[in-house]
């Protein structure tokens, strides 16, 4: 929720007063979803708890045309206070992301080696199509400045530089596994298995 959190206070603070709606169109657009973990479906949630615990203040509702009536939010000083230090303790932290692939390379001597192999260099594959979309946002100008703020283009570059990362280290052992090394020693196989 701390992630969730602050992106919701920064939201609130770049384009207040805003509607719920807005907050969420805005954190999808983000693709915050899948980077931040924003669940789309907690956000009006989340905006309510913080009005209630005082770091949002409701300025009331408006309704236009046959939808539905919408909160409007504005930061509050203590919600600025909450932002602020939520910023600082992720600006200047290392903190370590969920990541359920670094779990599954726990058990990959379960898996047949031509699976591994051929799931990592999926998952290459999949990371070098996400990284020439963001590179086509920015050469075509979606994230220049003249449509975003420059550290919109700064984490695009950020996420490109990890993917690219990812990648290389996929291929790499994808290639490993198919030359033939062996996932477990003989001696720790027999060690971790002993037979019975």
């Known amino acids: 929720m701390s992630t969730t959190r602050m992106m919701i206070l920064g939201v609130v603070k770049m384009m207040q007063p805003v509607h719920g709606y807005d907050v969420r169109r805005e954190l999808l657009s983000w693709n915050a979803d899948k980077w931040a973990k924003v669940q789309p479906g907690s956000i009006y949630h989340a905006l309510k708890k913080l009005a209630e615990e005082g770091a949002l203040r409701e300025l009331g509702q408006e ?92 984490l695009l570059e950020l996420l490109m530089a990890r993917n690219e990362g990812e990648v290389l280290w996929c291929e790499r052992v994808a290639d490993e596994i198919d030359s033939g090394v062996e996932f477990v020693s003989p001696e720790l196989a027999a060690k971790w298995c002993p037979p019975h």
């Open 63 to 154: 309704q236009v045309g046959g939808r539905p009536a919408r909160t409007r939010y504005e930061i509050t000083p203590k919600g600025e206070d909450q932002f602020r230090d939520l910023l600082s303790t992720y600006l200047w932290g290392q903190h370590e992301a969920e990541d359920p692939f670094i779990a599954v390379l726990s058990f990959l001597t379960e898996v047949p080696r031509e699976e591994a192999a051929a799931a990592l260099r999926s998952r290459a594959r999949s990371l070098r199509v996400f990284n020439d979309g963001m590179a086509s946002a920015i050469k075509v100008g979606w994230a220049g400045p003249d449509n975003k703020p420059v550290n919109v283009r700064w």
